[in-house]
């Protein structure tokens, strides 16, 4: 089993969709980013947080530290917010980052 | 200007040879990172070096080889090229060490035939 699970694996919206990926941990961490890795291959970090929320235009990350989760939301999604959404962790002790598998996300028009 | 390059963008080569992937960034970071994507798009950490200094060497065979000539160059060497090495290989740096916001490269797809 993986130290980073995310789930859904594959989502398909339609736009305008209110979108929830989750990202769920079973080691301690420091910190956990959320990326976005672009059909093109690119990837871009999204947010990095280590406790509470994270809001940056329609994309709000939050983390919950005694539950090991955390969820990347996207509000009135749109075509262009098509992409993998990777939860990367960074362990305890260590300055390891442990990616998930990502989340492959289609928002249709 | 690109905050970390990478090239080249794409290398086939035949097994057994010897090639290197060179990565640059001029973010001013201390940290650097060489990540390798499999064909099934998981992400997996290789090296991290900071200050020229290697930090993490995660379970990679020896035949992999990074070199930090200075803080804003990561290049990673690989001798006798195996089929299984064929992935993408991406280089990232950060300002400090990994709980710092990430910068990737583009990519460096590299094909073992």
């Known amino acids: 089993k993986n130290e980073v699970e995310q789930s859904p694996q594959n989502l398909t919206a339609q736009e305008g969709e209110f979108i929830t990926i989750n990202c769920s941990y079973s080691v301690g961490i420091s910190a956990l980013h959320w990326l976005q890795q672009h059909p093109g291959g690119g990837i871009v970090s999204l947010f990095m947080?280590?406790?509470g929320k994270k809001k940056h235009g329609r994309l709000i990350a939050t983390i919950n530290i005694q539950e090991k989760h955390s969820s990347l939301h996207i509000t009135a999604s749109h075509p262009r917010d098509s992409a993998v959404y990777i939860c990367a962790v960074v362990q305890g002790g260590s300055e390891k980052l442990v990616f998930g598998k990502g989340t492959k996300l289609t928002v249709n028009p | 200007d690109t905050a970390v390059s990478q090239t080249p963008k794409y290398l086939v080569t035949q097994m057994g040879n010897d090639k290197s992937i060179k990565c640059e960034q001029n973010?001013?970071?201390?940290?650097m990172y060489w990540y390798k994507q499999d064909s099934k798009k998981f992400l997996k950490i290789m090296f991290s070096?900071?200050?020229?200094?290697?930090?993490i060497n995660e379970t990679v065979p020896n035949r992999f080889s990074p070199k930090s000539p200075d803080k804003a160059h990561l290049n990673l060497h690989i001798n006798s090229l195996e089929l299984g090495d064929s992935a993408v290989y991406f280089c990232?740096?950060?300002?400090?060490?990994?709980?710092?916001?990430?910068?990737f490269g583009p990519g460096t797809r590299l094909t073992v035939t």
């Open positions: 990232a740096s950060s300002q400090q060490q990994v709980a710092y916001e990430q910068y």
């Open positions: 973010l001013g970071h201390d940290t």
């Open positions: 070096y900071n200050n020229k200094e290697l930090i």
């Open positions: 947080l280590s406790s």
